[in-house]
Nanobody, 115 residues
Framework: QVQVVESGGGLVQPGGSLRLSCAAS????????MGWYRQPPGEQRDLVAE???????NYQDFVKGRFTISRDNTKNTVLLQMTSLKPEDTAVYYC?????????WGQGTQVTVSS
């Protein structure tokens, strides 16, 4: 069993910042990729950013220059630092981890950008 838990969502004004955290625990042998998806109301879930075990990052165009992903392999954690937030960033953000035994998802954390 692998558990994935996100934290750090909330309400922020446009132009503000938030940091999302995600921790994976349990029967983990090897974590390949860790990352974040988001799902706005009534829309599909889309990739936001991801990072490999050796630090290769992949960002969607709509967050480049505003979001930064990082991870700590010793703690099995991944962070998403979000700056210059826009109302269209409002969504439930989901953390995922890709391991040798499959991919696992967190329950999601709500991010709301509104004045």
């Amino acid at each position: 069993q692998v558990q994935v838990v996100e934290s750090g969502g909330g309400l922020v004004q446009p132009g503000g910042s938030l940091r999302l955290s995600c921790a994976a625990s349990g029967s983990i042998r090897s974590i390949y990729w860790m990352g974040w998806y988001r799902q706005p109301p009534g829309e599909q879930r889309d990739l936001v950013a991801e990072i490999s075990a050796n630090g290769i990052t992949n960002y969607q165009d709509f967050v480049k220059g505003r979001f930064t992903i990082s991870r700590d392999n010793t703690k099995n954690t991944v962070l998403l630092q979000m700056t210059s937030l826009k109302p269209e960033d409002t969504a439930v953000y989901y953390c995922y981890v890709s391991t040798a035994t499959g991919s696992y998802w967190g329950q999601g954390t709500q991010v709301t950008v509104s004045s």
